[in-house]
């Protein structure tokens, strides 16, 4: 926190340097001793000053000036509205080459006949061209449909991953800019692109179904060169590149990558051109995925000859990079995993996908590199695989494991919190929680970096408000809306995931868009950019959402209010008035993944595989209709911000009638519910569903339920996010750390004792035996992360508040725990907050940014208001000691 306005943004994203549209918001964190609401704007564009300017506020500020060009370079610096003050540092981004503004033609590999999908090989597109003197400055545009890498004379272009990335491509796709001055030279020189398959055209989810967004892959690409004399030279994609078979004779993102270097090179052919075109080209708000980390196993063992077992000590996303190839001709098998057997060998089975009636569909990640006559560095940059363990195989040659790395590759996501306290098992529960969300951060969200990989709705939406605890995912989150919206159904319906490479919005006869329109999962497109509002303060994510959320709210009241549920219409053939705001008659997942009963014999019970009929025709009412009360009520708010009151009025008279409805269904007089799970009675505490006179009840009730679980949790997918605060909200703060540090399944901590370092999709993702099953990382319950920040540390943020500019600091401390610490980067700057007992006293010591207000309460209910600035203070660590005042405070 300095004395000027610092950490100058603007909202978008970019690799060596941002870049933005024509119109950039810019934003800004104000000095901690400034009070000032208004702030003095300069920039130049491309080295022309620009007229200064006055605003108010510090966030999200309308670019002041005329509409900025293709290419223009600016540089920005804001001061507090005063004479005599001191002006922030000089901050600079590049606007992209804008859609009207390509020339450059799509261009396509000449494909030969080849494999199914999952198999096919990469193509290398090449230009050449000559430059007549010394290069000033040079940028490289590039976006592709399929995955591509590119380079200018064998030197990569940016550090970017996987780009364009993951989108709706028949709607949105986004390009890349680099710097490549450096490679360029007087004379002749070579761009090449590397095309694969990608999340274009690759393999999709657990049954590894070919994506539909195209089948034909194409590139497209503006090279804009300066040169030192000043004039200027463009290279187009266009029919001068030449199309040639690659070295990487098998690409897919899920399965894997093969490469052969012994391959002489291929004979090219003229590229086909304008064989296929993309939708208009953007620029995207979201941050590169990169590599982010390179890990040495920690521990390697040969498991028999020419076979080894890398570990590499974490759970993760990304590659292994080999700097040892062996001999000419010498095979590397990598094959990549989550856990290994009780025998050491890796062991992949737990992620095999079964059908009933199919036979399974084994998963597999492999890659493999043939080595060449040249020495050479293998690292396969056409997939991506979620691992810990790597079996690699080698004939006839040894490994050495020095030249062996993991590449951890996952979105490029600034930190901005940490949590530490003085009990070792939640600082490691808050590492896995924390590994299991950037595993699962690849441009999209996904569910698991293994398995399906796919960005179900359902998963950010209950993860989101941990999310924003861990990183700034406010560019990451925005991207993905935009495909959520690309894939809503023209009903309304919210796609299950998105981008969604089944493309169920035009195929409305597969038996999966009968599984469409799911509470809590298509409820995502109301939660979580009412979630990015109140982190970052950013109403225009509720504005561009506006339209979907409404739509998808307006088809689940109809289907309210035109459907129910089989047995409710035979018990009752004739409706209650009630019954149309309940959403019974269609499908919901439900609460999922809640934790399997035994039979008899000691075995799991798994109802979905054991009869999935049952479990698709059941009742799901409470769920729905609860979930339906909360999207209408958050709808009714957002209308507020937005200075939607007609809407706002309408939305909050229908969320009335939904939760009256809920409660007629689903309550029963005494507070306990029909559903009588330890699921119903979070959510219903939660969502605000139950009248104030029998919250109290349904409290008991549901540690009652806990109990009778021998003090473990029941909830699932949706509610235990929610389990432990409304617990501490309760007043039974002793229940709920109980269940966080029961140690016994199913508990967070049974993940911790046995090993994990990312949270497993099954609460006994491991046995006893060592066995595997589902997901080993599956972020969902590291929700409980959030209950570490807010509740233990103690610091979140108050009702009402956005972008935190009104806190609460009130630390629960649990059994055994004598100290807190963290800290989280707001829109305002760094709040950090330190606690620890000392004796019969708890004492506080907290730092506040500018434009924040504190309130900071002690377990004994004394409350104090402080910021900005620092926060000294002192209190009793329980009620009962509030006979004898103690309490000391100071402000800084």
């Not at 003050?85 to 009207?100: K, N």
């Not at 390509?102 to 096919?120: D, H, K, L």
């Not at 049974?750 to 066995?771: Q, R, S």
């Not at 506080?844 to 924040?852: C, E, H, L, R």
Request: negative net charge; contains cysteine.
């Amino acid at each position: 926190m300095g004395e000027v306005p610092y950490d100058l943004t603007v909202d978008s994203g970019g690799d060596q340097f941002p870049v933005t549209g024509s119109a950039p918001r810019l934003s800004w964190k104000p000095a901690l001793d400034g009070a000032a609401r208004e702030f003095e704007l300069e920039a130049f564009v491309d080295g022309a000053p620009q007229h200064p300017v006055t605003t108010t506020g510090h966030l999200y500020v309308a670019w002041p000036w005329g509409p900025l060009r293709s290419r223009q370079r600016v540089q920005w610096r804001v001061r507090p509205s005063a004479v005599t003050a001191d002006w922030s540092d000089w901050s600079a981004f590049e606007v992209g080459l804008l859609d009207p503004d390509w020339n450059a033609a799509w261009i396509s590999p000449v494909e030969t006949e080849a494999p199914g999908y999952g198999q096919r090989p990469a193509y290398i597109l090449t230009a050449g061209f000559e430059l007549p003197g010394d290069v000033k400055s040079a940028r490289l545009y590039a976006t592709a449909l399929g995955v591509y890498t590119a380079a200018v004379n064998g030197q990569r272009a940016g550090t970017a991953e996987l780009s364009p990335g993951s989108t709706s491509y028949d709607r949105t796709l986004y390009a890349q800019a680099s710097d490549v001055a450096s490679a360029l030279k007087p004379g002749h020189n070579r761009v090449e692109i590397e095309l694969s398959d990608g999340w274009y055209r690759g393999q999709v989810g657990a049954f590894r179904l070919p994506a539909g967004w195209g089948t034909t892959l194409a590139a497209r690409a503006e090279l804009h060169i300066e040169l030192a004399d000043g004039s200027h030279q463009v290279v187009l994609t266009d029919d001068t590149w030449t199309s040639a078979a690659s070295t990487t004779i098998r690409a897919d993102l899920m399965d894997g990558q093969t490469v052969d270097l012994t391959l002489p090179a291929a004979a090219p052919a003229r590229a086909l051109v304008g064989v296929v075109e993309g939708p208009a080209i953007g620029w995207s708000p979201a941050p590169p995925v990169r590599v982010i980390d390179s890990r040495p196993p920690e521990r390697i063992c040969e498991l028999r000859p020419g076979v080894w077992v890398a570990d590499f000590g974490q759970n993760a996303s990304g590659w292994i990079r080999l700097e040892d190839l062996g001999p000419e001709g010498t095979r590397t098998v990598i094959e990549y995993g989550e856990h290994i057997g009780p025998d050491g060998d890796l062991s992949t089975s737990h992620l095999d996908s079964h059908r009933p009636g199919e036979p399974a569909r084994i998963f597999s990640q492999c890659d493999e590199v043939i080595a060449g006559p040249a020495r050479a560095v293998f690292e396969p940059r056409h997939t991506v695989h979620g691992f810990q363990y790597a079996r690699i195989s080698r004939e006839g040659a040894a490994l050495d494991p020095s030249t062996l790395t993991m590449q951890v590759v996952h979105s490029d996501l600034e930190r901005t919190g940490q949590f530490s306290c003085s009990n070792e098992d939640l600082n490691h529960l808050h590492r896995i929680g924390e590994w299991s969300f950037l595993g699962n951060a690849v441009d999209v969200p996904t569910d698991c970096p293994t398995r399906e990989r796919m960005a179900w709705t359902g998963d950010y939406q209950v993860f989101v408000s941990t999310a924003t605890r861990l990183r700034n995912v406010h560019g990451f989150s925005r991207k993905w809306l935009r495909s959520v919206r690309d894939d809503q159904l023209q009903d309304g319906r919210i796609a299950n995931f998105s981008p969604d490479g089944r493309r169920i919005k035009n195929n409305l006869d597969d038996q999966f868009a009968m599984m469409t329109g799911s509470a809590g999962w298509g409820d995502a497109i109301v939660a979580v950019p009412w979630e990015l509002y109140k982190a970052y303060g950013d109403d225009t994510v509720l504005a561009e959402n506006w339209d979907a959320m409404a739509r998808w709210v307006q088809w689940a009241l109809e289907k309210a209010a035109t459907t129910r549920h089989h047995t409710r219409a035979q018990t009752s053939p004739e409706p209650e008035p009630f019954e149309q705001y309940l959403w019974d008659g269609t499908f919901h997942w439900g609460e999922w993944t809640e934790p399997k009963q035994r039979d008899a014999d000691g075995k799991l019970i798994d109802p979905i595989k054991d009869n999935p009929m049952a479990w698709f025709m059941e009742d799901k009412g409470e769920v729905g209709t609860a979930y339906l009360y909360r999207s209408v009520t958050t709808l009714a708010r957002i209308a507020h911000v937005l200075n939607r009151a007609e809407d706002a009025s309408k939305y909050t008279q229908i969320a009335d009638a939904v939760r009256d409805a809920w409660r007629a269904a689903y309550l029963r007089q005494d507070g306990t519910t029909a559903t009588d799970t330890q699921a119903s009675y979070v959510r219903a505490l939660t969502f605000g569903l139950l009248p104030e006179h029998v919250r109290g009840n349904a409290v008991d009730r549901l540690v009652d339920l806990i109990r009778s679980a021998d003090t473990h949790l029941g909830t699932g997918f949706l509610s235990t996010g929610d389990l432990l605060p409304v617990l501490v909200d309760a007043g039974r703060a002793d229940v709920a750390y109980e269940l966080l540090l029961q140690r016994t399944a199913p508990s967070w901590l049974y993940m911790v004792d046995k090993g994990a370092t990312t949270i497993w999709e099954a609460w006994e993702g491991v046995d006893d035996e060592g066995n595997a099953y589902e997901s080993l990382n599956h972020y969902s319950k590291g929700t409980v992360l959030r209950f570490l920040h807010e509740y233990t540390l103690g610091l979140r943020q108050d009702h009402g508040s956005a972008a935190w500019r009104s806190i609460i600091i009130a630390p629960t401390p649990g059994p055994a725990l004598t100290w807190a610490r963290g800290w989280y980067e707001t829109p305002n700057g760094t709040i950090r907050v330190h606690w620890q007992l000392d004796g019969e006293e708890l004492r506080i010591d907290a730092d506040i940014p500018a434009a924040t207000s504190a309130r900071v309460v002690f377990p004994d209910g004394s409350e104090y208001t402080a910021g900005p600035g620092r926060f000294r203070g002192a209190g009793p660590i329980t009620p009962e000691n509030t006979k004898v005042p103690s309490h000391t405070a100071t402000a800084i």
